[in-house]
């Protein structure tokens, strides 16, 4: 190993972009990702205008579909990992870099790239859409707050989306990982609501986008919801790293 | 030059490779014969880095796959089917890897004409036929303009103007001084193309050598595979 990683990658990353913008299920599941994410936030959005009482709080509103919104990014990063083994291209992948450990490095890097500037522009979309529609009767919110909590928003969704990627990786099946996923994320977490409060991967990342509040009673700072959340992600990739390297493609 | 020693092959509890070992030189062309589920494709998985051997080695110019620096440059392959993902465009597919490889584009533009499919290059690989598949298969193998060609039956789904044009092909390429080695179970094709053949059976080599020499004392290729394959299966009756 002669020739330094750091030469090598930016070829490596080049080809890895290459594939996700030339895969057009990636742009697929964006484009539905967005235009879902925008009806939901309509529909919760006439639902708080319709509410009398209460504050209406344009970042809760504008985010209200996160939950849903998740599952388009969980999407995206099972297909950028699965989609190496459809047509046997994981073949072609590794003989043409041969370096597993940085080639799938790479990979999420180009993952996370298109990742946050469209986690961003979704988050950003919803609340821009709440913030319009609500007008006057909008509870303001700081500037402040606003920017910290898209920007919890956008990497709670770009570690979802490497989380995803990480699993689809070790599992090498879109199906397998795409019930595995949706499975934890729609069925298992709701139901264990109770238990485990603020220590798996979801439950975690919903602090990074909640402002702490006195009456809420967050268990979870947006810090310390981003710890936890990171430290899932990063132990899944580290598994998929280390079986990607180790097993027969 | 290719040189495989001892190589082992286990998976779970079945035997797929028992110590096999043989050399592909440059200037030729070695045939690597064998049934269906000989460990033909074992071999080429282990030679190309894909799959870890149990035991022994499978080295490229002396070194694993995974420690040349140019790995495009020294070897293509192409194993089977086309190695694309079905949604991508065939251009799309050999521009990425172009890229990986760090070759311009206008290499994509020269292994497309070579390999006959320009016109279809910006057709999504999942309407090609089979053999525009493998056409596929073999201008991503000839990207990097390799020293060395290993080829999975190459010929296999090719209508007979592509056969002849492989042949064609790789005769070329040995006796311009690179090396190549392509696998097939299909004895009468490749006659006429080898220079050396190394036959498998259920994992161990029953016979390498010169095509003459394995020919021996039968009519033709195919005649002493079968002689050669068949004595093994009788060995235990």
């Known amino acids: 190993m002669r020739i330094s990683s750091g030469r090598r990658i930016t070829p490596i990353l080049g080809a890895e972009l290459d594939k996700f913008r030339t895969l057009p299920l990636i742009r697929l599941t964006l484009t539905v990702t967005f235009i879902l994410n925008i009806a939901l936030t309509a529909a919760f959005t006439s639902v708080s205008l319709q509410e009398t009482t209460g504050t209406q709080n344009t970042l809760n509103t504008g985010l209200a579909s996160m939950g849903y919104l998740q599952a388009g990014f969980i999407i995206l990063g099972i297909l950028a990992t699965c989609s190496e083994y459809t047509g046997g291209q994981i073949r072609t992948t590794l003989t043409a870099m041969p370096w597993r450990g940085v080639q799938i490095s790479a990979k999420m890097l180009a993952l996370a790239m298109i990742t946050i500037p469209a986690a961003f522009i979704m988050a950003a979309s919803g609340v821009l859409y709440a913030f319009i529609m609500l007008g006057d009767t909008a509870l303001m919110t700081e500037i402040g707050t606003v920017i910290q909590t898209l920007a919890g928003a956008t990497g709670y969704l770009t570690l979802t989306a490497l989380l995803s990627a990480a699993v689809g990786a070790i599992l090498r099946r879109t199906t397998p990982a795409v019930v595995v996923l949706l499975g934890y994320y729609f069925i298992v977490s709701p139901l264990t609501r109770d238990w485990l409060p603020g220590y798996l991967p979801d439950k975690a990342g919903y602090y990074m986008y909640t402002p702490p509040s006195v009456d809420a009673g967050n268990i979870l700072t947006p810090m310390e919801g981003t710890g936890v959340a990171m430290l899932w992600t990063l132990s899944l990739m580290a598994a998929a790293i280390l079986l990607y390297r180790r097993r027969d493609a | ?237």
């Open chain 2, 1 to 237: 030059m290719l040189t495989i020693n001892s190589l082992v092959k286990r998976r779970g509890s079945q035997q797929i490779l028992s110590g096999i070992s043989f050399e592909a030189r440059p200037g030729r062309v070695t045939g690597f014969l064998g049934p269906n589920g000989a460990g033909k494709s074992s071999t080429l998985r282990i030679l190309l880095g894909l799959d870890r051997a149990t035991s022994g080695s499978a080295l490229i110019q002396g070194k694993p796959y995974a420690e040349l620096h140019h790995p495009l440059a020294t070897v293509g392959a192409a194993l089977d089917g086309s190695g694309a993902h079905p949604m991508r465009t065939g251009r799309a597919h050999l521009r990425w890897i172009a890229r990986a490889a760090g070759l311009p584009r206008s290499r994509v533009e020269e292994v497309l004409e070579l390999t006959g499919l320009s016109d279809a290059a910006g057709k999504r690989v999942r309407n090609y036929s089979l053999g525009m598949g493998k056409r596929l298969g073999m201008a991503a193998a000839l990207l990097g303009d390799p020293d060395i060609l290993i080829l999975d039956e190459p010929v296999n789904g090719l209508d007979p103007e592509g056969i002849r044009w492989i042949r064609t092909f790789l005769r070329k390429r040995a006796e311009s001084g690179h090396t190549v080695l392509l696998s097939s179970h299909l004895m009468g094709e490749l006659a006429e193309t080898v220079d050396d053949v190394v036959i498998i059976k259920q994992g161990t080599i029953v016979a390498a050598g010169t095509l003459q020499e394995v020919i021996g004392r039968h009519s033709s290729l195919e005649e002493a595979f079968f002689a050669l394959t068949m004595e093994k299966a009788g060995d235990g009756v």
